[in-house]
């Protein structure tokens, strides 16, 4: 099983600054195969990125991904307010068998 | 997109059962696949199992002993089973449509999921 570690396990950050989230695989996986989810309190996840660098539906283009091997990132430019929530990845390197990653929060400061 | 529904408690050792109606889609497609996620309180996203329109299923092997998901074409509905439950499967459960963004062929990803049906299982 592609274990995913997610660091930090909170970020605290004041709109209009960038985030970065990371993204750790505990073996390579091909870069097409990792995707971010956002998940606001008491809501379902709702996917932001897949093939690690496409922004699914609507997805505004602050949001962007980007990494290769072992490695991934989700940056997020310029904080809006509405973006402080839980951030998800998960592998689908193993599809059908995927796993997700525990999370980061994402905290206003 | 789809909706979740079922008994939101659970004794110990009993089973689980959960269904999933979809609207706007029809659970015999080709184009989708469907699954389950659960997410206990507080904590993050575990992947239950996944079901094909040919009715191929896929479990997380840390949970295959107990799973079994199926389709009910007539009502355009999927279903999770979980056998012999403990207070460990307390967590919100959550369906989804896998399929609308692949990338290399596969398409593992989930655009669209239900609101969540949150299930107790009193320890």
């Known amino acids: 099983e592609i274990v995913l570690t997610q660091s930090p396990g909170t970020l605290s950050l004041s709109p209009g600054e960038r985030a970065t989230l990371s993204c750790r695989a505990s073996q390579s996986i091909s870069s097409i195969y990792l995707a971010w989810y956002q998940q606001k309190l008491g809501q379902a996840p709702r996917l932001l990125i897949y093939?690690?660098?496409s922004r699914a539906t609507g997805i505004p283009d602050r949001f962007s991904g980007s990494g290769s091997g072992t490695d991934f990132t989700l940056t997020i430019s310029r904080l809006e307010p509405e973006d402080f929530a839980v951030y998800y990845c998960?592998?689908?390197?193993?599809?059908?068998?995927?796993?997700f990653g525990q999370g980061t929060k994402l905290d206003i400061k | 997109h789809l909706q979740e529904s079922g008994p939101g408690l659970v004794k110990p050792s009993e089973t689980l059962s959960l269904t999933c109606t979809v609207f706007?889609?029809?659970?015999?497609?080709?184009?989708?696949?469907w699954g389950w996620i659960r997410q206990p309180p507080g904590k993050g996203l575990e992947w239950i199992g996944t079901i094909y329109n040919t009715g191929n299923t896929y479990y997380n092997p840390s949970l295959k002993r107990r799973i079994t998901i199926s389709v009910d074409t007539s009502k355009n509905q999927f279903s999770l089973k979980l056998s012999s439950v403990t207070a460990a499967d307390t967590a919100m459960y959550y369906c989804?449509?896998?399929?609308?963004?692949?990338?290399?062929?596969?398409?593992?990803?989930?655009?669209?999921w239900g609101q969540g049906t949150l299930v107790t299982v009193p320890s």
């Open positions: 998960q592998q689908y390197d193993t599809s059908p068998y995927v796993t």
């Open positions: 093939g690690a660098s």
């Open positions: 706007t889609a029809s659970i015999t497609s080709g184009s989708y696949q």
């Open positions: 989804a449509r896998l399929g609308d963004f692949c990338s290399g062929g596969r398409c593992s990803t989930m655009a669209y």
